[in-house]
């Protein structure tokens, strides 16, 4: 196998999926929790649940504002990002 590449792939729904999480539930204080071990467990389930949009660096950015600005795409993520909250405020790690 051979891992020594040029370009590095990244996940699109990593930055939007933290982002939409940030305005949507860190930004309004709606959280039960905001400890950063409840909002990383409710990222990871979120981007767990969400299909990945791969990306290389170079052509990243401009790819991920596109996505970011699908209605559809971001009523999916909303909807996800909800259940992760439900789940991780039911069962919280600590
Ligand atoms: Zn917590």
Redesign the pocket.
């Known amino acids: 196998m051979y891992f020594s590449r040029e370009l590095s792939i990244y996940n699109a729904m990593e930055p939007i999926v933290s982002g939409m999480f940030e305005d949507h539930y860190v930004k309004t204080g709606i959280l039960k929790?905001?400890?950063e071990?409840?909002q990383m467990d409710i990222i990871l389930r979120t981007m767990n649940q969400v299909p990945p949009h791969y990306t290389s660096g170079q052509a990243g950015e401009a790819y991920i504002k596109a996505l970011y600005q699908e209605p559809q795409l971001q009523s999916d993520i909303l909807r996800e990002l909800t259940k992760s909250v439900q789940v991780i405020e039911e069962s919280?790690r600590?």
């Open positions: 929790c905001d400890c071990k409840c919280p600590h």
